[in-house]
């Protein structure tokens, strides 16, 4: 997996920030960056159209359903 430890820190609060931070190829001075890891070049609509195919994947029923709770 291509790994980049600012996306560990917390640091985009939005899944918007997330997207932008891959499509430029994440921090590119970090000593921990995997040297795979490029930019993405995702045009305006590719990054709106990942981040809405992104947010179809949450399922608030399912977090909160208590068959898969602790």
Do not use: C
């Amino acid at each position: 997996a291509l790994t980049s430890t600012h996306m560990h820190d917390g640091s985009p609060a939005t899944l918007e920030e997330v997207v932008a931070h891959y499509a430029r190829g994440g921090r590119y001075s970090h000593p921990n960056k995997d040297s795979r890891m490029q930019p993405l070049p995702l045009s305006p609509e590719d990054k709106r159209d990942l981040i809405e195919f992104l947010r179809s994947l949450t399922d608030v029923e399912m977090t909160r359903d208590p068959r898969w709770s602790d």
